[in-house]
């Protein structure tokens, strides 16, 4: 990055308000500095260092790795739903146990995984490895509603495997699916934030209403107090011997 970068020519391209990389051409080390200051004070990075000339992008680096980062994030994510699972039998396998591998598979193939379906031999048995192509073909067919086959049936060792994919409107579903539990996801804390926001603000409301009510209690207590500070008939009246006879 930027005086990092040791080469003298470089094929400089820069994002453009699209979000797709716009190429400025070729320039020299010197230059394309010089351009990336211009942009407004703009990192100047390698990424592709294997090319002739190396190319580089001419982008703010605290944005560029956060974007890399999310990136990395998203692909993570996805591959969890995109491993290969695998499902083993035998070629002597009774109808129940058939059932089994077939519906795991089928729970594999609707989580948007491939699945390796796999025919095992024992000693001998490798002679009968017809009968493992017709049970890995047979699977095949009866899964055929959410898979593609992905080529026919190899040998590995002892073993006949079959690959088998989930269909483009498997993927769509899965892809479907996940988008509803992040937009559920975002809802529900979106929820918890606007209450933990009422929540907040019904407290202040409580507090304001508290406040004013204790005013108004000091209010009246000092109210009450004055009552008791008013003036007697004898204050407003003055004392001698007559009032007293009079009043007593």
């Known amino acids: 990055m930027n005086d990092e970068i040791t080469a003298p020519e470089l094929r400089v391209v820069t994002p453009n308000p699209k979000g797709k990389d716009e190429a400025l051409g070729i320039m020299s080390r010197a230059d394309a500095l010089a351009k990336a200051q211009e942009l407004g004070g703009l990192d100047l990075i390698l990424i592709n260092e294997k090319s002739d000339p190396p190319v580089c992008k001419i982008v703010d680096y605290s944005k560029y790795r956060y ?4 990136k990395a994030k998203e692909v993570k994510k996805n591959s969890k739903a995109n491993e290969v699972k695998e499902v083993k039998m035998s070629y002597k396998i009774d109808v129940h146990d058939y059932d089994v591998r077939k519906n795991n598979a089928l729970k594999f193939l609707k989580q948007g995984n491939r699945v390796k379906c796999t025919v095992m031999f024992r000693g001998r048995e490798v002679q009968h490895d ?14 055929e509603d959410v898979c593609m086959r992905e080529g026919r049936p190899k040998r590995e060792g002892r073993n006949l495997s079959l690959m088998l994919g989930p269909r483009p409107e498997v993927m769509k579903a899965v892809s479907d699916s996940r988008k509803a539990e992040e937009k559920a996801k975002k809802q529900k804390k979106a929820a918890a ?32 107090d004055d009552g008791e500070n008013e003036p007697t008939l004898e204050d ?9 006879e009079l009043f007593s």
């Open 236 to 244: 407003l009246l003055g004392s001698d011997d007559l009032t007293d």
């Open 193 to 224: 934030f606007a209450k933990k926001q009422a929540e907040e603000q019904a407290e202040e409301v409580n507090g304001s209403i508290l406040a004013r009510a204790q005013e108004k209690v000091s209010q009246a207590d000092d109210d009450d």
């Open 67 to 70: 974007m890399q980062e999310k």
């Open 130 to 143: 017809n009968l493992g192509v017709q049970l890995l073909e047979k699977l095949a067919v009866d899964l």
